[in-house]
């Protein structure tokens, strides 16, 4: 068996090697933070990168869901710099450049904007806070907080954001 394995491994080299542009199609089998491993033909490989550059930084990371179909490709042409360029079910994508971040998850159904000081969330959550202790100045004084129809609506809204902001 490890004849055969290590066969393969020499014959996907060669492939690669002799046309570096040439894409290799596999199925990921799991997903460790920016690798993967991948099952190509019956040859699984580990530490298939999913970002062109281990530099420690996710300024854009796309996590392939396990069991999808990915395409690589190997900048020098050998099996250990291999990296996914494409997937056909993203599970996670996350992007972040200068303080911005940017999750989509599709396992939990929910996105993420942020920077460094606030997010979406919170900005909404303040939002809520402050339409449901509204008062304004009337001739007769300050007004009471809204109605219970209008809080109604408020806690609606408050509940269709959690729902898909995290």
């Known amino acids: 068996m490890n004849d055969k394995v290590a066969q393969l491994k020499r014959n996907l080299q060669r492939i690669i090697a002799a046309n570096p542009n040439l894409p290799v199609d596999g ?8 690798v993967c491993t991948v099952l190509v ?4 490989l580990s530490d298939v990168r999913l970002k062109p550059t281990a530099d420690g930084e996710d300024h854009l990371l796309i996590i392939p869901k396990t069991g ?7 900048a020098d042409g ?6 996914v360029i494409k997937c056909d079910v993203a599970e996670k994508i996350i992007y972040n450049e200068n303080g911005l971040q940017v999750e989509i998850d599709s396992t939990t159904g929910k996105v ?5 000081v606030t997010s979406l969330k919170d900005l909404f959550e303040q939002l809520a806070d402050i339409l449901k202790t509204l008062k304004v100045y009337t001739p007769a004084g300050p007004s009471g907080p809204p109605l219970p129809d209008t809080v109604a609506k408020i806690v609606m809204f408050e509940n269709d954001f959690k729902t898909i902001l995290k």
């Open 68 to 74: 999808s179909r990915v395409l690589m490709l190997s």
């Open 27 to 34: 199925v990921v089998q799991a997903v460790t933070g920016d």
């Open 78 to 83: 050998s099996i250990g710099n291999l990296t």
């Open 112 to 116: 993420n904007v942020a920077n460094n």
């Open 41 to 44: 033909g019956d040859l699984e």
